[in-house]
């Protein structure tokens, strides 16, 4: 089969292998790895602190009985139920460690890497990554000068022998050595050497790092270790966050190595909230992606003010700063239209994945792992701004709720061939497929029929196994973590994903002080619960937010819980003038952020803050919605300055059991399902049919340097495995279909 290059140029060569390994699977963790430093390290706690404190009837959170060792749901997004409240848990609120760390670590010193066989340069023989210890030598500190001529002469030379190995030895080991090839190194199957003239290829804290447009910018990282990037091998993956990080050439150890995240939520995605000035113009009129594109083309002609935002709201120096803060992960939440639109669809279509290609470039280049989140589908899956269109829910709901369905899956086939391809695994090995699918309107059912339906797409695209394809991440719908027990057992890689807000369930107007214990009653149970009994279980989402205060938080022209003035609120908690300007806070009011937030990562173990920036408003030139930036609480001083200050041995969780090829419980769900949300005939609904071509996402441009890079990269076709050739779902020729994201309430068309 051909796939079709249609929706992008030009076309591309469809003969790539698809190159798979070895089924490695993750080692279980046992009481021995707890105790081993070289597989747990964590920093040093405080000996004296006390379990967290505060009074939490005051602050007016209700749910579940203390000491409940059931896991329900956790509040949904932007919706009215009570948050749960437990015991707390057994960890502290421990000191905050400065983190000045050594640019080698044991971690990963000790005997000779093991070989990850499947990555790019895993084509290349060799050996794996060298020793850092001669970094050093690119920061040391000048020698004293001596009153003797002669000395002076001999300290000059050797200074400058100094300098010259800084520059000749860190380019022999990380460029000329790994482009020969490493077993476990990174990889490129171009195999010329070195970076423009005069241009470092890799360097640590304090180093100069030049931009692939030019420009210029200090790379500040006292967490240690270094960033690697050579025009002549950009699929290089030798990159390491901090010393607690794995490099990008070694395998996450889910259970072992601890997912430090954040959102770059409103980038690829946008949302009203985080992108305030591009909405503003337009109040009250634009008040999701959809109204917002119309907006703009009415105003302009064009698109290209969306096309400015991807260019202009996350730029390289994010990923460099999310490092330096670190962090070691980011989730990027992405919108169907980044492969096509339907006529009739008002959003930028083919462009957003363009940007999407520099976040793999700039994450690799800094050590981050990508977590790619599929984020807004065709219809909506729950009818919130940030799914594409404000209103009904046309997913697995409504006469049109199968048809999307199908070309939901279609494009997470594309996106799942895409990152399963070998120069791209390493740096997206997960996959949230669906975020936030509402399960008050789903059938739970049907819900399980699509996540078992993706599961057998995405094998098919990456196959089984450690370092075949990515985790599978599934969001809970709201259905509760419980629910989700028992669902594909034996599944390869299948993780959970609920998103824990204090902000969109019960609250008062307690003080921030009240609030550090409210992460533990809440989610200490839930969380790790679905460790033990279901798996791999991260937090897609947390916010430093105690109320729903913030420029267009709920939507646009919403209002506010904590004011009264949102839908079905009355009373008042107070004025969110005080939370809304972060210049007028109190050292005590960073304070207490810092301790919710620390509190919140020690409970949560593997999650992503959302978000990474919010925007300025047009109207204040400032952010209206600071609770939710991270990167402003970092500049402004309320974010923890080490993600890991509480971390406790107790709470490393559970291994990842060695993958099987077939899941026998996948058998069980049929797909079409038999009924969906108002229809339990889903038999009489609409589809699409697969005879349609099916379109490869364009894989990244040759990199453009002065001087020229000596040679070309091959960085795939966009398509991993060659064996699937299933055509696209496509509209019948003839049929009358329902507007596709208004069809609650339309006839059945008979086709």
Not at 40 to 46: D, E, G, I, K, L
Not at 381 to 391: I, M
Not at 402 to 425: C, G, H, W
Request: net charge negative; proline share 8%.
């Amino acid at each position: 089969m051909s796939h079709s290059q249609v929706p992008y140029d030009p076309s591309v060569d469809m003969s790539h292998p698809n190159h798979s390994a070895p089924n490695l699977g993750t080692p279980q963790i046992t009481a021995h790895d707890v105790d081993d430093p070289v597989v747990y390290q964590p920093p040093p706690r405080s000996t004296s602190g006390q379990p967290p404190s505060g009074n939490m009837a005051g602050i007016g959170l209700s749910g579940g009985a203390a000491g409940s060792s059931d896991f329900g749901p956790p509040v949904p997004h932007f919706l009215n139920a009570d948050t749960r409240n437990s015991t707390y848990s057994s960890s502290s609120l421990g000191r905050r460690r400065r983190s000045i760390a050594a640019l080698r670590d044991s971690t990963y010193s000790a005997g000779p890497p093991v070989p990850y066989k499947d990555d790019p340069m895993g084509r290349m023989s060799g050996s794996g990554p060298r020793d850092m210890s001669e970094k050093q030598e690119l920061y040391e500190a000048p020698r004293a000068k001596t009153k003797r001529k002669g000395v002076l002469w001999f300290t000059i030379c050797c200074v400058l022998i100094a300098v010259l190995a800084a520059i000749i030895i860190p380019v022999y080991f990380f460029v000329i050595k790994k482009s020969g090839g490493s077993g476990s190194g990174s990889g490129s199957s171009c195999t010329t050497t070195g970076g423009g003239q005069g241009v470092l290829t890799t360097g640590g804290d304090g180093s100069i790092v030049t931009k692939s447009d030019g420009p210029t910018f200090i790379y500040n990282n006292t967490f240690g270790e270094y960033w690697v990037y050579d025009v002549n091998n950009p699929l290089n993956n030798s990159a390491r966050a901090q010393s607690y990080t794995p490099p990008l050439s070694r395998p996450w150890r889910f259970g072992v190595d601890k997912i430090y995240g954040v959102n770059l939520g409103g980038w690829l995605n946008l949302e009203s909230f985080i992108s305030p000035a591009l909405y503003e113009p337009f109040f009250p009129r634009a008040v999701d992606k959809w109204t917002l594109c119309e907006q703009i083309m009415a105003r302009d002609g064009n698109l290209d003010a969306i096309a400015n935002h991807y260019a202009t709201f996350i730029v390289e120096e994010d990923f460099a700063q999310i490092a330096a803060a670190g962090l070691n992960w980011v989730r990027i939440p992405i919108a169907f239209w980044a492969i096509e639109t339907y006529p009739g669809e008002p959003f930028l279509a083919k462009t957003s994945w363009t940007y999407f290609l520099k976040a793999i470039e700039w994450a690799r280049k800094y050590g981050i792992r990508i977590n790619l989140d599929f984020h807004a589908v065709p219809g909506s899956q729950n009818g919130w701004n940030h799914s594409g269109k404000l209103g009904d829910m046309n997913f697995l709901n409504g006469v049109m709720g199968v048809a999307n369905a199908q070309r939901t899956l279609d494009y997470i086939r594309i996106m799942a061939e895409f990152i399963s391809q070998p120069e791209y695994k390493d740096v997206i090995p997960f996959f949230g497929i669906l975020n936030e699918p509402q399960g008050g309107t789903l059938t739970k059912e049907a819900m399980r029929a699509f996540y078992a339906e993706a599961y057998k797409i995405i094998r098919t695209a990456g196959g089984s196994g450690q370092g075949n394809g990515p985790v599978i991440s599934i969001h809970e719908s709201f259905f509760g973590l419980g629910d989700w027990v028992g669902f594909l057992p034996g599944a390869d890689r299948l993780a959970m994903d609920s998103h824990p807000y204090l902000v969109f369930g019960s609250f008062a107007a307690g003080e921030l002080a009240d609030f550090a214990s409210a992460p533990c009653g809440n989610w200490g149970d839930l969380f790790g619960s679905s460790m033990s009994a279901f798996g791999i279980t991260a937090a897609g989402e947390w916010s430093h937010a105690i109320n729903d205060c913030g420029l267009y938080i709920n939507a646009v022209g919403r209002g506010t819980r904590y004011e009264g003035t949102f839908p079905g609120f009355t009373a008042v908690l107070g004025d969110c003038a005080r939370w809304n300007d972060y210049t007028t806070w109190t050292p005590a009011t960073k304070s207490g952020l810092r301790d919710l937030s620390a509190s919140t990562m020690d409970v949560l173990g593997d999650w992503f803050f959302w978000t990474w920036h919010i925007g300025e408003s047009l109207a204040t030139g400032k952010v209206e919605a600071p609770f939710w930036s991270y990167k402003l609480a970092i500049q402004e001083g309320w974010a923890v300055t080490d993600p890991r200050t509480n971390l406790s041995g107790a709470q490393i969780g559970q291994g990842v059991v060695d993958a099987i090829a077939e899941v026998p419980s996948l058998a069980s769900f049929n797909w079409p399902p038999a009924a969906i949300g108002g229809f339990p005939n889903a038999a009489v609904l609409p589809t699409y049919t697969a005879t349609g071509p099916v379109p490869t996402l364009p894989v990244p441009s040759q990199p453009q340097a002065t001087p020229a890079p000596t040679g070309t990269t091959d960085f795939g076709t966009g398509w991993n495995n060659a064996a699937d050739s299933g055509l696209m779902h496509v509209p019948i020729p003839g049929c009358a279909y329902p507007n596709a994201w208004d069809a609650n309430n339309a006839a059945v068309p008979n086709c």
